[in-house]
């Protein structure tokens, strides 16, 4: 019987996060030992010091996130819009906002559009998806990003909004943040790319085209776009829901409070399990928070395990 901390789930997870370091007991495993015990993450030839993973960041082909000025985690005080917006998965900063935009009075998403978005099969969602320019970031974008890999995942996770390389490719959770999301999902046993629905995911946002600038999607565009969302979600009909950062949880969730207060709660999304947590992009700026993300991976495995799946 293994200590109870060295279940291989947990492991798993850790090192997919890489706090393994900070994790191991001292009662139970040498270092050494417990390096044995864990599986290689591919090209990595050992487990990074966080120095070392901010300098991966910074210097990886596509980052556009990681000046080491950037990378220091921001002090307590300072946890306020500019750090929740830093959870997005986008490129240079913006100045600080005067106030959050997600609770702003939204202009109404026309009737007519809600119920041409809600008829629409998979395929004619996605070429009215390119085609839509219901809010002006339709003008500005170069690809409108609707989503990656399998239509019938059992889990689906939502982020936020394209960055510029997103933008550019077509594809959401590219760069230094979506390969911290594949390893975040291989620790749970999946994948973005496969043919078992079982073992791979729907990646999508709530906001398909890029706000320019790097800047927070506002509530316009919030509304305008979350209709394509909740079609993706009602066709996909995923098993599991999991909402990456602010923007994400609070469009899921309905609620305005911050993702600290969201995350940790098994919530319900017309009859489907919604877990919140932070975006990947936060993640590598505030490593001491991958413990939480941890943990609500862990909630999001327990929740599919309770349903048998
Ligand atoms: S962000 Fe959404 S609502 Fe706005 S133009 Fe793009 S697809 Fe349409």
Not at 154 to 165: F, L, Q, S, Y
Not at 280 to 288: E, N
């Amino acid at each position: 019987m293994p200590h109870p901390l060295l279940d291989p789930r947990r492991l798993a997870m850790l090192h997919a996060l890489g706090l393994e370091q900070a994790w191991v007991p001292r009662d139970a495993l040498d270092p050494a030992e417990l390096a044995a015990l864990l599986p290689p993450l591919p090209g990595a030839a050992a487990a990074p010091t966080p120095q070392g993973r901010r300098a991966q960041v910074s210097d990886a082909p596509g980052a556009t996130r990681g000046t080491p000025a950037r990378d220091a985690p921001p002090a307590a005080t300072e946890r306020t819009e500019r750090t929740e917006r830093t959870e997005r998965g986008h490129g240079a900063p913006v100045p600080p906002r005067e106030a959050p935009a997600a609770r702003a009075t939204p202009a109404p998403v026309n009737e007519q559009r809600l119920q041409q978005v809600r008829s629409l099969a998979w395929e004619p969602l996605q070429a009215f998806t390119h085609d839509c320019r219901a809010c002006k970031l339709g003008s500005m974008r170069h690809h409108a990003v609707f989503g990656v890999e399998h239509p019938q995942a059992r889990v689906m996770v939502v982020g936020e909004a394209p960055g510029a390389e997103e933008d550019r490719i077509g594809e959401p959770f590219v760069g230094a943040a979506g390969k911290l999301l594949d390893n975040m999902l291989r620790a749970c046993g999946l994948s973005r790319a496969g043919e078992d629905p079982v073992r791979t995911v729907y990646i999508a946002n709530v906001i398909k085209c890029r706000p320019p600038g790097n800047r927070n999607p506002e509530p316009d565009e919030i509304e305008q776009c979350l209709p394509i969302l909740q079609r993706q979600i009602e066709l996909v009909r995923p098993r599991l829901l999991l909402a990456l950062g602010r923007f994400a949880a609070q469009a899921l969730t309905g609620s305005a409070e911050p993702i600290g207060r969201l995350r940790q709660r098994a919530w319900d999304w017309h009859g489907t399990p919604l877990v919140v947590s932070y975006h990947p992009a936060y993640l590598l700026r505030t490593p001491q928070d991958k413990a939480k993300a941890w943990a609500d991976l862990c909630l999001a495995q327990d929740l599919l395990e309770g349903q048998g799946a």
